[in-house]
T-cell receptor
Framework: GENVEQHPSTLSVQEGDSAVIKCTYS??????FPWYKQELGKRPQLIIDIRSNVGEKKDQRIAVTLNKTAKHFSLHITETQPEDSAVYFC??????????FGTGTRLTIIP | DSGVTQTPKHLITATGQRVTLRCSPR?????VYWYQQSLDQGLQFLIQYYNGEERAKGNILERFSAQQFPDLHSELNLSSLELGDSALYFC???????????FGNGTRLTVT
């Protein structure tokens, strides 16, 4: 089955700086890679996703890049704000297989 | 609002008891997942159903069981509860595996 590794487990950045979270996956057939944000005590929410036929996708201050050859994908958050503080999870899957999540990154934005 | 409804929101019970958590998926979603999240931990996958059939199973304890009904709602049954079962239990649904997964607000279970 799919295995997803996520790094770092914790990340602190100054407000206004950029944050990068990286994930690697094991199944070369995986074709869907979403990212979820979970605030304390709340449900995980999808913030951006990418499919294997695309190398990069942007949505305002958030971007995701995918390197199929190396089997890794990354979340980039620019101009970070205090409300970006949360736990972020990456995930990967293919077809109708279950979504496999990474272990999460706790992002703290320092004012 | 994700469209996924979980009940109850909170549940407090004693060790040794049995509880049932309920989930109604988003309209049109055929796949239902259950996750367990202990304090400051990641999302522990329990089980997935697709259109009424069990699709994948994670590290779900034998004391736990689940099912998806013909109307696609799902129930997670937890029995012989232990203190360590205290956690946030999320249900999530999607159209298929490689489509966005939408989470409910969770059921917070406290075992005393």
């Amino acid at each position: 089955g799919e295995n997803v590794e996520q790094h770092p487990s914790t990340l602190s950045v100054q407000e206004g700086d950029s944050a990068v979270i990286k994930c690697t996956y094991s199944d070369s057939a995986s074709n869907y890679f979403p990212w979820y944000k979970q605030e304390l005590g709340k449900r995980p929410q999808l913030i951006i996703d990418i499919r294997s036929n695309v190398g990069e996708k942007k949505d305002q201050r958030i971007a995701v890049t995918l390197n199929k050859t190396a089997k890794h994908f990354s979340l980039h958050i620019t101009e970070t704000q205090p409300e970006d503080s949360a736990v972020y999870f990456c995930a990967a899957t293919r077809g109708n297989e279950k979504l496999t999540f990474g272990t999460g990154t706790r992002l703290t934005i320092i004012p | 609002d994700s469209g996924v409804t979980q009940t109850p929101k909170h549940l407090i019970t004693a060790t040794g008891q049995r509880v049932t958590l309920r989930c109604s998926p988003r309209s049109g979603d055929l796949s239902v997942y259950w996750y367990q999240q202990s304090l400051d931990q990641g999302l522990q996958f329990l089980i997935q159903y697709y259109n009424g059939e069990e699709r994948a199973k994670g590290n779900i304890l034998e004391r736990f069981s689940a099912q998806q009904f013909p109307d696609l709602h799902s129930e997670l049954n937890l029995s012989s509860l232990e203190l360590g079962d205290s956690a946030l239990y999320f249900c999530a649904s999607s159209v298929m595996g490689d489509s966005p997964l939408h989470f409910g607000n969770g059921t917070r279970l406290t075992v005393t």
